[in-house]
């Protein structure tokens, strides 16, 4: 029998498809990538470089600053401080060539600390809007142009010591944002398209002192402050699917709770944490892991629950752990996380048990880090306030495979780039490719 070839509608189609299905796992939306968790699907991602070895380009940037850019096709959106402005910055993928800038310029400078540069929030996307978080200027949105869509300037104040740094979440129809810490806390939910209000949920405390009360020892420098002024959340909060219906994990000094995203109806939650969250909760095989700051504590729940589910659905608590400022990752029943102190660890997730322990370092690494961690095919990809980034294996058996030095200090995150990576430092935006 002879065969027939295919026809040429067929192949193009079929072409069409695999270059649709390319693009859209090249892209990393939001502070976190598609799904908030830190785990890319790309293959065969850069391993070794230097500041001289497999750079595809250099951005210089005007200012220090702390977010981690985000891709969609062949842009990237960042956002920077450039004195009093506040800013999203557009460029092309393949150049680093700057195509658009927009922002606004303060009305009054919000108290930070010279860890934390203005501008810390990650913008985020859909495809067709980009919404980016200024803090007490506002949230906006723009289209892919750089033209202003909607803003929200009624919001309030973020005021805090330590400044603020939770990115927007888009969801379906909805926009979301952790506002806070500040005057007044809440977790907003609005009309992506309009920015109208769609619901808002006040967390009782705010900056009053009326949190969980506060470790008995605070940081050396702010012992000055009232000790409410630094207690505090920067979670960015992630979608997850429980028991076949979408649910928000918000991580809140003292507790861990789920809502219902299209109502702010809260669904369960778990006590457990300690007054200062800096990371976002991470979830796998049905159990979400929440993780404290400043040697607080962390643990994991089972989802599912209603109502108080401390007692039936918590699997572990560790009381006390090491600084955490950054997001871990979950690949095949262990947690990995990249701690303040410079030491990564390795977790058991079903149990909480350490399976190991290691401090990363090199003759040109300061140990210290902000960065969460990044998961692409098996390997876990940081970069320290040093500038040095590490890759090691996702696996209960530590293995580390290249020590990357940039020289140039950084507290954000690695991004995957359709087969390149970004990295985001004080001095520039880096593009990071293989041979």
């Keep these: ?22 693009a859209s796992s090249a892209n990393w939306p939001a502070w976190r990538g598609v799904n908030a968790d ?36 062949d842009r990237i959106f960042v956002t920077q401080p450039v004195g009093d402005r506040r800013t999203l910055m557009c460029l092309n993928r393949a150049d680093g060539k700057l195509l658009w800038q927009q922002g606004v310029t303060t009305k009054e400078k919000e108290l930070t600390h010279g860890t934390n540069p203005f501008c810390s929030a990650s913008p ?50 909805l926009c979301f944002l952790d506002f806070g810490p500040g005057e007044s806390t809440y977790l907003l939910a609005v009309d992506k398209k309009t920015g109208k209000t769609v619901w808002k949920n006040e967390e009782p405390g705010g900056d009053s002192g009326s949190s969980p009360p506060a470790p008995k020892d605070p940081p050396a420098d702010k012992k000055a402050a009232p000790r409410g002024k ?25 507790r861990l709770c789920a809502l219902d995203p299209m109502t702010g109806k809260e669904r369960w939650n778990s006590t457990g944490l300690t007054p200062l969250v800096y990371t976002s909760p991470i979830h ?14 962390a643990l994991a729940v089972r989802t599912g629950g209603s109502g108080d589910v401390t007692t ?45 322990n290691e401090r990363l370092t090199s003759a040109a690494a300061t140990g210290a880090n902000w960065s969460s961690v990044l998961l692409a095919d098996g390997k876990c990809y940081t970069i320290t306030q040093g500038g040095t980034c590490f890759v090691f294996k996702a696996s209960p058996t530590f293995e580390l495979l290249a020590t990357n030095p940039l020289g140039e200090r950084s507290n954000s995150s ?14 520039s935006l880096w593009c990071i490719g293989g041979k």
């Excluded at 067709?128 to 919001?155: H, M, N, P, Q």
């Excluded at 630094?230 to 000094?253: K, Q, V």
Aim: hydrophobic share 40%; charged share 20%; glycine share 10%.
């Design 312 to 356: 039936s659905h918590r699997l572990w608590h560790h009381p006390r752990s090491p600084q955490r400022i950054g997001s871990g990752v979950i690949h095949e029943g262990h947690i990995y996380i990249h701690n303040d102190p410079g030491t990564a660890m390795c977790l058991n997730l079903e149990t909480g048990k350490e399976v190991w």
């Design 124 to 173: 985020v996307t859909d495809g067709e809007r980009v919404i980016v978080s200024f803090a007490s200027d506002g949230l906006y949105c723009y289209d892919f142009s750089g033209k202003e869509l909607w803003k929200r300037t009624d919001l309030g104040r973020q005021i805090h010591i330590w400044g603020n740094a939770a990115s927007p979440v888009i969801h379906k129809d």
């Design 38 to 73: 830190g785990i890319s699907t790309e293959k065969n991602l850069p391993v070794k470089w230097s500041k001289d070895e497999n750079v595809r380009w250099r951005v210089p940037l005007p200012e220090a600053g702390n977010s981690t850019p985000i891709v969609w096709g």
């Design 284 to 297: 796998a095989n049905g159990i979400v892991v929440a993780m404290s700051g400043f040697g607080g504590s």
């Design 230 to 254: 630094w207690l505090g959340s920067w979670t960015t909060p992630p979608i997850i699917h429980e028991g076949g219906r979408d649910s928000l994990l918000m991580s809140w000094p003292g």
């Design 1 to 22: 029998m002879k065969i027939q070839p295919r026809s040429a509608p067929l192949l193009f189609a079929a072409a069409l498809l695999a270059a649709v299905l390319s």
């Design 414 to 427: 690695i991004v995957p780039a359709n087969g390149d990576l970004l990295i985001r430092t004080h001095k």
